[in-house]
């Protein structure tokens, strides 16, 4: 699955584990229609292990833990139902570690549906995937939302009620044995190792790892870098121009490259491809220009126009690509870019500069992301392949979603 792609549940019971090189604490909120919890009942984790309709199962460190959900036993009052993750050591963060969540029959165990969050970094906690209920028929959406003030941050968000340990009293002159952690509620986490009485604050995140958007003006991405399309809080849904440019590194050299776009449903399965053979896929949503034959003159080479807000819910990722037909390499390629404009406005809004080049025919330039919460992301990919034509990028592209 992709971030923010659905899939119908085929099983009444499922069980959702989240598997990591490092131990994951894993845990389950129950949510009303408000995306709140009804009480700190409804937080299930190791320390409270049951609620209505979800259990949950620890993996002792051998395996991953596990929620599972009977989607027949939960209250009619709730409508879904959210799996956590965390690092089992204090204060890890999940950079450099990637998490899978898989979902599956509880009673067969087949697989149903597999998630891995991309691109994680200074977060402490996660919320990977909900299983939740749409018009009588039961889905898990995949999500991949971090925080960075762990499971606590999730809790809170969540209405669960974190209670803050009574202060110290002071401490006496004689040196005294290490202070014990304080408490916390049952109901709210895992307890967490005492700190250092004087224990310096947390470092600030690092530049690029909270989440960009569009309200300072125009983002420059570099490469695997990702913008929310959200402006003034609002997602961006309005039509957009995704302008692809080059030139010939050499004077005088003709360079003929193809700009296309490829869409994908939630199992990063294939859906159509718009390039110059087809200028036209997902009922009229994404229109592409027409090809360029040369590179030659200033702007935009190609432009793929792309209607967010009426990509149909079955197309959750599409990938932007630029293939050399002719067999000329990208080293023979000079400046190319990718930037999405406002087709209204004609405001360039994100710009993505290719700096490097290899002996290639192909690259992935960008990918547009639809989140669970209905905004788009777009990251910067810059990948290069083997690949002449838009039918030998779409193996590539699906591994990049």
Avoid at 63 to 72: K, N, Q, R, S
Avoid at 74 to 86: L, Q
Avoid at 231 to 239: A, D, I, T, W, Y
Wanted: include cysteine; glycine fraction near 10%; charge should be negative.
């Amino acid at each position: 699955m992709t971030p923010g792609s659905n899939v119908p549940l085929s099983a009444a019971r499922i069980t959702v584990d989240v598997a990591a090189p490092v131990r994951l604490d894993v845990s389950g909120l129950l949510l009303t229609g408000d995306g709140k919890v009804r009480s700190d009942d409804d937080f299930i984790f190791y320390n409270q292990p049951s609620g209505p309709g979800v259990a949950y199962r620890s993996g002792g460190g051998t395996a991953p833990d596990a929620i599972t959900v009977d989607t027949a036993a939960v209250p009619p009052d709730i409508e879904k139902i959210v799996v956590t993750a965390s690092p089992d050591a204090a204060g890890q963060t999940f950079q450099g570690i990637e998490p899978t969540a898989t979902v599956r029959d509880a009673d067969g165990g087949a697989v149903l549906a597999t998630f891995t969050p991309p691109q994680l970094g200074t977060e402490t906690a996660l919320v990977v995937v909900e299983v939740y209920r749409r018009g009588g028929q039961w889905k898990v959406r995949a999500v991949g939302q971090g925080y960075a003030n762990g499971l606590a941050g999730i809790a809170t968000d969540f209405g669960v009620t974190v209670e803050e340990p009574a202060a110290a009293p002071a401490a006496p002159p004689q040196p005294a044995a290490p202070p014990v952690a304080p408490p916390v509620a049952a109901s709210v986490a895992p307890p967490m190792p005492a700190a250092p009485p004087a224990a310096p604050p947390a470092p600030a995140p690092a530049p690029g790892a909270g989440k960009i958007n569009l309200d300072k003006g125009r983002v420059s991405l570099q490469k695997n870098q990702t913008v929310s399309l959200v402006k003034g809080g609002r997602p961006l849904l309005s039509q957009v121009r995704m302008g692809l440019g080059w030139e010939p590194a050499f004077r005088g050299a003709d360079i003929d490259l193809d700009a296309s776009v490829i869409a994908y449903g939630p199992q990063r399965n294939h859906i159509d491809s718009c390039y110059f053979g087809k200028l036209t896929i997902l009922k009229g949503a994404v229109k592409h220009s027409g090809d360029n034959l040369t590179g030659e003159g200033a702007g935009d080479d190609e432009v793929i126009v792309v209607d967010l807000g009426r990509i149909p819910p079955e197309a959750t990722g599409l990938v932007f690509t630029v293939n050399s037909f002719s067999g000329q390499k990208f080293t023979d390629v000079a400046k190319a870019y990718c930037r999405l404009v406002d087709a209204a406005t004609d405001e360039e809004l994100v710009r993505f500069d290719l700096t490097q080049a290899e002996p290639q025919t192909g690259v992935l330039m960008a990918k547009l992301i639809r989140q669970f919460s209905g905004e788009w992301e777009m990251t910067a990919i810059g990948d290069f392949v083997k690949a002449r034509t838009v039918r030998n990028m779409v193996d590539p592209a699906a591994k990049a979603l």
